[in-house]
């Protein structure tokens, strides 16, 4: 057995066994070697330096080289970034470069409760740096970069009065303001000239979000929606806003706090709830229950609590009926009755408003503005109209249709807009047809606004 | 004594009380013990004792049909370590790819190899199937079993197709919505077909567990028996097939003549085509160690290449599924891509006629090619005309399938992939 053949073949048994060898050696240690060590045992070395007494030496240098991770059930998240990060509940880090650097505590939102990517995005289960922070092929939500960290607040409460998000407030208002309505559906309302943008934030990038504000065309070619004209701040706060689109709503615990009580969430039930009825702010309103404007300083805010809660185990007796309100809204309606002590407050009660005011605030709602400009004045372009290549102002609306005209070309719309030069693109702009979205209340209230916008003492007829 | 350490260690061990209730015959010293090695191992004994010299030859088989056993045992191996993470569930299956790649030790790795492994087997059984065929192999006595490899060849792809869903992304859900398509362009039966593959209309959590099932335990289980059907008639058919004239080309093959001091004799019954009649026992060697051992270095190269690609590339793992956002173009896995380019021009024709009359004429071949001539030699001139129309047909399938790997692109628009081509913006 000992010929030739046989000793070549031990001579290849050799070589492949080696190979073999060698290969699971480079896959054991490709494997086992992995960056999240090396910061591991830098941060013990650095609690070991920092030990002071022989106990605290022993712990640091018992410290396992392992996996942190949060584990999230309810969110179905895993946020291993503790794995690298590990001195971010420790406030003697502050200051120190990353990944050891200390994150401020947020007491309402405790780690083990939230993890870290339900605010900074990025990939929780990864562990490798690159990976992890998720600006990587196949991997939709990148870290949010620092300065839009407010967007993420939006996930869980309402944006406009989160007053530890005043840039997503300002943002949202931005929003509206804008009259990106006008075109785009949020939260089911909106017009379809545009997508819907309930998602948006989850597909899009800020610097996205930036050109297609800028020079909408640059990124979807041929895109009918105008460059917008934003401050540089007011241009960031509704990247920001945008941003805080994302679609996806939090469970249970992380959405019980949707609303955040405070003084302008309290004004907005206190109108919506019709306190007025009984009740009188600045002479305005009911004359059945005492007036509200210094029951601050007459009560303190327990009693009003319990009195929200329930009005009879505090002034038994009293015709004020169990609203049901939650702890949130009685907390939120007591910070307004507060903020009334200090302050004067102007309600807009539609109640208590002119239609034409109503009619404002219709035009707002709908964002009319994004098309017809502020106020209505018009000056938007929409390349190759007849009206001068703009949108038409509706200041003299009043001169061409009468109500009912006007009403009836709200809810029809206008698909096809005459074209200035037919051998050019037809004008990308048109109007929405709004039957079926607006109320007829409000399409009253905004004919009547429409109509009070012709400015006094013209008449020049057509 | 001066046969090497791990030699005399395994000689001392097989000595020992406990080595020899084991073993029975250690390592033969004589050609008595090179019999009786290989009729007393279990795992030997699907070999018969002495093996004629044209199957050792490397150039023949190309051992293809044993790196495939490998692959598939490659693949059991490195699948059930997979399953002690996996579950098959649309809710966890994507992260658990994902801690198979961050914190499982050797996850990823496991993870490579199978896939690569996969892919491979898809590969080499078409290659094992195209060397058959241009050897003449299929012939009789071997019509049959040509027939069990066309099966083998079917359970493969479905092995392979099943697989392809169970991570769950993009990549996955997309592909077996494209692969399912396909089945469902079949007349009459296709809806049901489909149906009956997804567990529903769409893929989703049955087609996800229906799948996981078919891949872990059914077609693994058949295709095992198969296997060993398949391998059981090799043997019984006499070893890989050869030229019918002995000493036509033994001699090519170098081996130094073994001592001839024997004192028994080799004695079984034999007759039909067993490779016993008529044939010139000086042809052939003993098993061990000529066979056995080119078996076990072919197996060593067979798990460095696959464990040399699992360490360097990884598999691909894209998006968690999404069920309202197709990729465009979205693709079938790349053995089916062939038939995808082909269900562009026509469902019908590409997605039924065509696999249909191909996979009938695969079956049928080894009883319509009735021509003993050419058998056991490459490319032999007498099958000039049968070699002729299969290279034909294998031709075009591999230019489709090229075609449909990377020239299409967006909405399956010819692309040149040297060319980078023009970004896609989501048109609103």
């Known amino acids: 057995m000992n010929d030739l053949s046989v000793r070549r073949f031990y001579g290849w048994f050799t070589v492949l066994g080696l190979l073999v060898g060698v290969l699971v050696v480079i896959g054991y240690y490709r494997d086992e070697y992995r960056g999240w060590k090396d910061y591991q045992r830098k941060f013990i070395q650095e609690e070991i330096r920092r030990a002071s007494t022989p106990q605290q030496r022993a712990l640091a240098e018992s410290t396992p080289v392992q996996i942190r991770q949060i584990l999230l059930s309810d969110l179905n998240r895993v946020d291993r970034c503790t794995t690298c990060h590990l001195a971010v509940e420790d406030p003697t880090y502050g200051g120190y470069p990353q990944p050891l650097a200390y994150h401020p505590l947020h007491e309402q939102h405790p780690f083990e409760r939230f993890g870290c990517t339900i605010c900074h995005r990025g990939q929780g289960r990864a562990t490798t740096t690159t990976d992890a922070h998720g600006d990587v092929p196949h991997w939709d939500h990148p870290m949010l970069p620092l300065q839009y960290i407010q967007a993420s607040c939006g996930q869980c409460h309402e944006a406009a009065d989160n007053p530890a998000a005043p840039e997503l407030a300002r943002g949202q208002q931005v929003f509206e303001d804008s009259g990106c309505r006008g075109c785009h559906k949020l939260n089911g309302v909106g017009g379809v000239i545009g997508p819907e943008l309930d998602k948006v934030g989850a597909r899009r990038s800020p610097e996205w979000l930036k050109k297609h504000f800028l020079a909408p065309a640059s990124v979807t070619p041929g895109s009918a929606m105008p460059p917008q004209k934003f401050s540089e701040t007011n241009l960031e706060a509704i990247i920001l806003f945008m941003l805080s689109q994302t679609g996806e709503s939090a469970p249970g615990y992380y959405a019980s706090m949707k609303v955040i009580p405070s003084a302008s969430e309290g004004q907005r039930l206190f109108q919506q709830k019709g306190c007025i009825g009984c009740h009188s702010i600045g002479d305005k309103g009911g004359k059945v229950g005492p007036a509200l404007d210094d029951v601050g300083l007459r009560r303190p805010p327990e009693w009003m609590i319990q009195h929200f809660r329930d009005p009879q185990t505090v002034s038994p007796g009293t015709v004020m009926p169990r609203f049901g309100f939650t702890e949130t809204e009685a907390r939120a309606l007591t910070d307004f009755l507060l903020h009334l002590r200090d302050q004067k407050v102007a309600l807009s009660l539609p109640s208590l408003m002119s239609p034409a005011e109503r009619g404002r605030e219709v035009f707002r709602k709908y964002g009319c503005a994004g098309c017809h400009g502020t106020d209505a004045k018009g000056g938007v372009p929409n390349p190759n109209a007849k009206t001068a290549e703009q949108v038409p102002g509706l200041i003299y609306v009043a001169d061409g249709y009468t109500k009912d005209e006007l009403k009836m070309r709200i809810l029809k719309g206008q698909r096809e807009i005459p074209a200035l030069d037919a051998k050019r693109p037809p004008p990308p702009l048109y109007m929405s047809a709004w039957a079926g979205i607006i109320k007829d209340s409000e399409l009253d209230d905004l004919a009547a606004y429409l109509f009070s916008l012709k400015p006094k003492g013209e008449n020049l007829g057509f | ?428």
């Open chain 2, 1 to 428: 004594m001066n046969a090497p350490l791990p030699k005399r260690i395994w000689q001392w061990f097989t000595r020992t009380r406990v080595g020899r209730s084991i073993f029975r015959i250690g390592l033969p010293e004589s050609n008595l013990e090179q019999s009786q090695v290989m009729v007393s191992s279990f795992l030997l004994h699907v070999q018969p004792v002495k093996v004629h010299r044209h199957s050792l030859r490397a150039s023949y088989s190309l051992g293809l049909g044993l790196i495939l056993l490998y692959l598939f045992l490659i693949l059991t191996g490195t699948g059930v370590l997979l399953m002690f993470y996996y579950v098959p569930s649309t809710e966890k299956a994507y992260d658990i790819m994902k801690d198979l790649q961050y914190v499982v030790s050797a996850g990823l790795v496991i993870r490579n190899m199978h896939r690569w492994a996969g892919h491979l087997m898809v590969l080499f059984v078409l290659l094992h199937m195209c060397r058959v065929f241009y050897t003449g192999a299929y012939k009789r006595p071997r019509e049959f079993n040509w027939v069990i490899g066309v099966g083998l060849f079917l359970l493969t792809l479905g092995l392979s197709f099943t697989g392809y869903l169970l991570p769950w992304d993009q990549l996955a859900f997309w592909a077996i919505t494209v692969g399912t398509n396909i089945a469902g362009y079949a007349p009459v039966i296709g809806t049901k077909l489909k149906y009956l593959m997804l567990g529903g209309n769409v893929v989703g959590q049955e087609a996800l567990t229906r799948f996981y099932a078919l891949h872990v335990i059914v077609l693994p289980t058949v295709a095992l028996l198969m296997v060993a059907v398949h391998l059981w008639r090799v043997r019984k058919d006499g070893g890989l097939s050869r030229p019918d004239e002995p000493g036509d080309i033994v001699q090519q093959i170098e081996l130094k003549q073994l001592p001839t001091n024997k004192t028994y004799g080799l004695m079984e019954l034999a007759r039909g085509t067993t490779p016993q009649v008529g044939k010139n026992p000086e042809d052939e060697v003993f098993a061990w160690p000529h066979l056995v051992f080119r078996e076990l270095l072919l197996f060593l190269l067979v798990t460095a290449v696959v464990l040399f690609l699992a360490i360097f590339w990884n598999a691909p793992l894209e998006e968690l599924a999404n069920p309202i956002h197709p990729p465009n173009p979205a693709k079938a896995p790349w053995y089916f891509l062939g038939l995808q380019e082909l269900v562009s021009y026509s469902a019908f024709w590409g997605g039924v006629v065509v696999p249909g009359l191909l996979v009938t004429a695969l079956m049928l071949l080894p009883y319509m090619d009735r021509q003993r001539k050419g058998v056991g030699r490459w490319f032999a001139r007498e099958r000039v005309v049968a070699n002729t129309i299969f290279s034909v047909c294998l031709v075009i399938a591999v230019v489709l399938t090229i075609i449909g790997t990377s020239f299409r692109g967006p909405n399956w628009g010819w692309v040149v992939p040297w060319k980078q081509p023009p970004a896609i913006t989501e048109g609103h």
